[in-house]
């Protein structure tokens, strides 16, 4: 006798969410998640007023928002700033009136694809590089989309390629 298991429907608490990477299609490796806390940890060494000047210090010096993060967390021993001060790298660099012209993910996309386009200038027949360089295209215009309806960038922003090294300089 072949009896057949009927399909229960699985409650969505247990369901697994199979998101796929924008053009690769591959799931990916998830990575580890920052506890969940409220505030500063009691061993972080510099108040939210130091905290809030290194920031402006480390800008003035030409470091980006990602690489001021990095370095309040190895060298100061901040875990969050934004734990730490109740705001956002970004947004205490508008208040100092020092924040970038473009988002910096626009920028690392931008210089990326000038690279590419570099070494495409060179070795013309270089397809995998060539579809990277489109898909990192297609991936500037999707921020700038995003970024133009947050009104972080003028709504007659656009991007080319011909004047991406002048955005970028």
């Not at 429907?9 to 990575?31: D, L, T």
């Not at 730490?84 to 924040?99: C, D, F, R, V």
């Not at 579809?131 to 995003?146: D, G, V």
């Not at 947050?150 to 007659?156: D, H, I, R, S, W």
């Amino acid at each position: 006798m072949n009896v057949r298991a009927t399909a229960l429907p699985v409650p969505r608490a247990y369901q697994v969410n199979h998101m796929a990477r924008i053009h690769a299609r591959r799931r990916g490796s998830s990575g580890s998640r920052r506890p969940l806390t409220t505030e500063a940890p009691k061993w972080q060494g510099l108040s939210k007023k130091e905290v809030k000047d290194k920031i402006v210090q480390l800008a003035k010096e030409g470091h980006t928002t990602a690489r001021i993060g990095l370095i309040l967390r190895d060298a100061h021993a901040v875990p969050s700033v934004h734990l730490a001060t109740g705001q956002s790298i970004s947004k205490i660099l508008e208040e100092a009136k020092l924040a970038p012209k473009l988002p910096e993910d626009i920028t690392n996309l931008i210089k990326k694809v000038i690279r590419l386009d570099e070494h495409l200038q060179e070795k013309r027949n270089d397809l995998h590089n060539k579809r990277s360089l489109h898909l990192n295209e297609a991936k500037i215009r999707r921020l700038a989309r995003y970024y133009k309806s947050t009104g972080k960038l003028a709504p007659e922003w656009s991007y080319s390629l011909k004047n991406a090294k002048l955005l970028v300089e």
